[in-house]
């Protein structure tokens, strides 16, 4: 497939034969409780311990709102022109999902005919006040029970791929391969000593037309915030075709770590694409 074919749309085909998979293997049973494969999964799931790495980067705005075009969701610019991406690695390693990794693109987004207020102001002031939130567009992972449970009960747009985070040099590295092709590597700073107080993590995800919206609560400690971080490594690849559109590989913006973190998701709300986000 090539770098141009990776639309909305694209994807959305890539995944349909493992989403009918997932819904032949999964079921709701209760408002709170599914059966995923063979286990039960009651909600909300608890993550005890896991290491995170992020990096956020100004991309070129009208290659993201093309990429999630299907969404009918809005990128945020936080100047004209400038839309916020996230890159993230997250090592789950206790976990009510089980053990393993997963790498993620997201965009800082509004709703259908939300109003984009003032350059960086309106943009600050709606992340802050959760009326824009981060769009999890791809979340592959490298174990195949999460990727069921994500999908069916969140409907995040997970799939198998080769995903190893590891530490290196005081630094968290993420490195993701699809079907044997190298996507991307990303490197945040480790050594932090701040603790995060609980906050909420509102994340939005498109599955079947419908909205995901799940509100997650999490909870840190050794977190180390930098302004930039290394410059992304790109591999040869769709994906990393399409990350070249937006403007990388370059430096972040700001990138950091959390190296124990406790998190936990709850009920998602559902709703039609092209509807107003609550």
Not at 16 to 34: A, H, M, R, V, W
Not at 160 to 177: G, P, Q, V
């Amino acid at each position: 497939m090539g770098a141009a074919e990776w639309t909305a749309s694209s994807i959305k085909r890539m995944l349909n034969k493992g989403f009918k998979t997932t819904d032949q293997l999964c079921e709701q049973i209760t408002p709170e409780s599914y059966k995923i494969v063979d286990q039960t999964v009651n909600l909300p799931v608890e993550v005890v311990r896991a290491r995170n790495a992020f990096a956020i980067f100004l991309v070129d705005a009208r290659a993201a709102q093309e990429w999630i075009a299907d969404t009918q969701l809005q990128v945020v610019e936080l100047w004209p022109g400038k839309a916020l991406m996230q890159i993230i690695g997250v090592d789950y390693q206790e976990n009510d999902l089980g053990d393993y990794d997963e790498a993620g693109i997201c965009f800082y987004v509004r709703g259908p005919g939300a109003p984009k207020g003032l350059p960086f102001i309106g943009a600050v002031r709606d992340i802050i006040k959760g009326t824009a939130m981060s769009y999890i567009h791809l979340l592959p992972v490298n174990q195949e029970f999460t990727m069921h449970a994500g999908r069916y009960i969140w409907g995040y747009p997970k799939w198998n791929a080769d995903i190893d985070i590891c530490s290196e040099d005081n630094y968290l590295e993420t490195r993701f391969k699809d079907a044997g092709k190298h996507v991307f590597t990303l490197r945040c700073k480790l050594g932090g000593k701040m603790r995060m107080k609980e906050q909420l993590q509102p994340s939005l995800a498109v599955r079947d037309n419908k909205v995901y919206k799940t509100v997650g609560v999490a909870r840190g400690e050794g977190v180390k915030f930098n302004l930039g971080g290394p410059s992304i490594q790109l591999g040869a690849h769709p994906i990393a075709d399409r990350l070249r559109k937006l403007g990388l590989p370059k430096r972040p913006l700001c990138s950091g770590t959390i190296e124990k973190m406790s998190m936990s998701f709850g009920v998602p709300e559902i709703i039609a694409v092209g509807e107003p986000l609550s």
